[in-house]
């Protein structure tokens, strides 16, 4: 599958800062998602994007589709430390089934 | 809902040994169900698609005969790493998507295995 460019590759803040990551790809996607994982475990699904411009919020978490079907950010508002995590873009293009993955964005927060 | 779980979560054995890895969708049927891997402070590499009911589809570079995939029912596929060596240790991710077009795929905890 394709890999996403994903920025930065890691980030290391202060509580309470926001953050904000991207991804960005060559080819356009139907559906965006971000997912994040914490060390020895699986990802889990923080947000789902399924339209061009769309934007979703989850609690602190804000994520949007991109007009142009090719790239979504992810920023994360007044930052605690168990935001602390390996945060994943992910696309889903024209076989509706198969994840094209980002490199992951590291995220430390300290107190 | 959309929970997948994922056993066993930790596996450390000798050198030879076959290590099976089950992942079953707890709360949705899953007709297609995905093996991903995992290095150090890298994203996840997709090992194959698992299909229910028929053969997996395996990504370039990965040994059909090495990792055996079996997706039997609408809930539970497993992976079977064959004659595990020391190069096979990592950590094995399983995913299973919700029914429908362009759904979002569910992750299980993973697997780590360590082989000796």
């Known amino acids: 599958g394709q890999q996403l460019n994903q920025s930065p590759q890691s980030m290391f803040i202060q509580e309470g800062e926001d953050v904000s990551m991207n991804c960005t790809s060559s080819s356009i996607f139907n559906t965006w998602l971000w997912y994040k994982q914490d060390p020895g475990e699986g990802p889990v699904l923080l947000i789902a994007?399924?339209?061009?411009?769309e934007l979703t919020s989850n609690g602190r978490l804000t994520a949007q589709f991109g007009i142009t079907r090719k790239d979504s950010f992810l920023n994360i508002s007044a930052s605690i430390p168990s935001d602390v995590g390996i945060y994943f873009c992910a696309g889903l293009g024209n076989s509706g089934y198969a994840l094209n993955f980002g490199k992951g964005t590291s995220l430390l927060v300290t107190p | 809902g959309a929970v997948v779980s994922q056993h066993p979560s930790w596996v450390i054995c000798k050198s030879g040994t076959s290590v099976k890895i089950e992942c079953r969708s707890l709360?949705?049927?899953?007709?297609?169900m995905f093996w991903y891997r995992q290095f150090p402070k890298q994203s996840l590499m997709l090992m194959a698609t698992?299909?229910?009911?028929?053969?997996?589809?395996?990504e370039q570079g990965v040994e059909k005969d090495k990792f055996l995939i079996n997706h039997a029912s609408l809930t539970l596929s497993t992976l079977t790493v064959t004659s595990a060596h020391p190069e096979d240790s990592s950590f094995y991710i399983c995913s299973a998507r919700v029914p429908g077009l362009n759904q979002p795929q569910h992750f299980g905890d993973g697997t780590r295995l360590s082989i000796l």
């Open positions: 698992s299909n229910e009911g028929s053969k997996a589809t395996y």
């Open positions: 709360d949705f049927q899953a007709t297609t």
């Open positions: 994007l399924y339209k061009a411009g």
